[in-house]
């Protein structure tokens, strides 16, 4: 049994990976492949090298054994803790030692500075992550919430560009062939476009 990946290694230009200069005219573009690395760009909004306070790190275990508790996903709690520990990075940085001393005032403007960084569904996350850790920590402590009167952010959802007909009619076009690797190419392209999976998905799957 092999996966996608393995498929793909004897030929690291096939048109899928978007390394070929065919599939890039076919395209219609050349992307650089520095453009391609999301997670490498510098951020609007850097994160304050200073760690997060010992205060912030003993809430923030508090609300992740809270967590698992509630049986939520390994998932949800990684993105809470990346989302909760920034914030303590940057409360740290500002002075604010202990959650304690956040109050609504410095919670609405650290997010206004986000909000510039954070587009569409990403600033939302960084808002509920940052509303379930404060209702936690209210109940927990009983104390109320500097997030209980900071409205939910208006989410404005950015269209995904799509590829047109003609240049899905291209793509296919330079996989043409009876060869092994272009029917291979042909069938994972197909597959692409029909279930939209991403090619993380595509490259685990075993065939």
Same mark, same amino acid.
């Given at each position: 049994?092999?996966?996608?990946?393995?498929?793909? #290694?004897?030929?690291?230009?096939?048109?899928?990976?978007?390394?070929?200069?065919?599939?890039?005219?076919?395209? @219609?573009?050349?992307?650089? #492949?520095?453009?391609?690395?999301?997670r @490498?760009?510098?951020?609007?909004?850097?994160?304050?090298p /200073?760690? #997060?306070? $010992?205060?912030?790190?003993?809430?923030?275990?508090?609300?992740?054994?809270?967590?698992?508790?509630?049986?939520?996903?390994?998932?949800?709690?990684?993105?809470?803790?990346?989302?909760?520990?920034?914030?303590?990075?940057?409360?740290?940085?500002?002075?604010?030692?202990?959650?304690?001393?956040?109050?609504?005032?410095? *919670?609405?403007?650290? *997010?206004?500075?986000?909000?510039?960084?954070?587009?569409?569904? @990403?600033?939302?996350?960084?808002?509920?992550?940052?509303?379930?850790?404060?209702?936690?920590? #209210?109940?927990?402590?009983?104390?109320?919430?500097?997030? /209980?009167?900071?409205?939910?952010p $208006?989410?404005?959802?950015?269209?995904?560009?799509? *590829?047109?007909?003609?240049?899905?009619?291209?793509?296919?076009?330079?996989? /043409?062939g009876?060869?092994?690797e272009?029917?291979?190419?042909?069938?994972?392209? *197909?597959?692409?476009?029909?279930?939209?999976?991403?090619?993380? /998905?595509?490259?685990?799957?075993?065939?």
């Open positions: 049994m092999t996966t996608f990946a393995e498929h793909l #290694a004897p030929s690291p230009d096939v048109c899928l990976a978007g390394k070929s200069p065919d599939f890039q005219v076919a395209v @219609g573009t050349v992307v650089p #492949a520095t453009a391609r690395v999301q @490498g760009r510098q951020p609007v909004i850097p994160t304050p /200073e760690d #997060a306070s $010992a205060a912030w790190a003993y809430a923030w275990r508090g609300f992740e054994l809270a967590m698992k508790l509630a049986k939520r996903s390994p998932c949800t709690i990684s993105n809470r803790r990346c989302n909760v520990l920034i914030t303590a990075r940057h409360a740290t940085a500002d002075g604010i030692n202990d959650p304690h001393q956040v109050d609504k005032t410095w *919670l609405a403007d650290y *997010l206004v500075r986000q909000q510039a960084d954070r587009k569409g569904i @990403g600033f939302t996350s960084l808002y509920q992550d940052l509303r379930s850790f404060w209702v936690w920590r #209210a109940d927990d402590q009983d104390q109320p919430s500097p997030m /209980e009167k900071i409205a939910r $208006a989410t404005v959802v950015t269209p995904v560009p799509v *590829l047109t007909r003609d240049q899905i009619e291209a793509i296919l076009k330079v996989c /043409e009876r060869g092994f272009q029917l291979r190419n042909r069938a994972i392209v *197909l597959l692409l476009f029909e279930s939209g999976m991403r090619r993380a /998905e595509l490259a685990a799957l075993d065939v």
